[in-house]
T-cell receptor, first 113, second 115 residues
């Protein structure tokens, strides 16, 4: 597709359940990032994938969060045993090698009830 | 510890007037700065950027100014239009490979342009 695609666009889950969020980056973009935006806050870095290198997981808030990127393309962010403080908009972005501009997807709005 | 701060959460301006958005940073290693614009239910979109070797970059109605000694940058929108109503995020990065071009974002400023 022409842009970064994220699914689902909205997800409501019960506290304690696991959720998976999907990101389909722009074809050919080597770098992929996950950020989240909590209500009234800025964008918080979560994790970064670059080609075949080990991901930079320094932003993941707890070990309940994990992400993978298969085949250098699609990425899945998994949150286990969701808590109410996990409620946020989760944004994925990708960029080509050597370019500093990210292209963001529209995000997944996660609500934990 | 917030390394990038936007101290004004909101700004209201009359159509045709200038909008000035401010951003402060604390990390002296940042050498590349960007502004993103975000409409509701959409992802942020890139607006304009500036390298630390410059103090000004202009693109149409948008100009970004960088004051390295003050660790401060600003975005000027002239003239402001109703379609500019959005949330604007300031972001900063270090342009070294080890940093992975991760962007550190401010909290955003919501701009409302009144017709």
């Amino acid at each position: 597709g022409a842009g970064v695609s994220q699914s689902p666009s909205n997800k409501v889950t019960e506290k304690g359940k696991d959720v998976e969020l999907r990101c389909d980056p722009i074809s050919g973009h080597t770098a992929l990032y996950w950020y989240r935006q909590s209500l009234g806050q800025g964008l918080e870095f979560l994790i970064y994938f670059q080609g075949n290198s080990a991901p930079d997981k320094s932003g993941l808030p707890s070990d309940r969060f994990s992400a993978e990127r298969t085949g250098g393309s699609v990425s899945t962010l998994t949150i286990q045993r969701t808590q109410q403080e996990d409620s946020a908009v989760y944004l994925c972005a990708s960029r080509p090698t050597g370019n500093y501009g990210y292209t963001f997807g529209s995000g997944t709005r996660l609500t934990v009830v | 510890d917030q390394q990038v701060k936007q101290n004004s959460p909101s700004l209201s301006v009359q159509e045709g007037r200038i909008s000035i958005l401010n951003c402060d940073y604390t990390n002296s290693m940042f050498d590349y700065f960007l502004w993103y614009k975000k409409y509701p239910a959409e992802g942020p979109t890139f607006l304009i950027s500036i390298s630390s070797i410059k103090d000004k970059n202009e693109d149409g109605r948008f100009t970004v100014f960088l004051n390295k000694s003050a660790k401060h940058l600003s975005l000027h929108i002239v003239p402001s239009q109703p379609g500019d109503s959005a949330v604007y995020f300031c972001a900063a990065s270090q342009r070294i490979k080890a940093a992975g071009n991760k962007l550190t974002f401010g909290g955003g400023t919501r701009v409302l342009v009144k017709p």
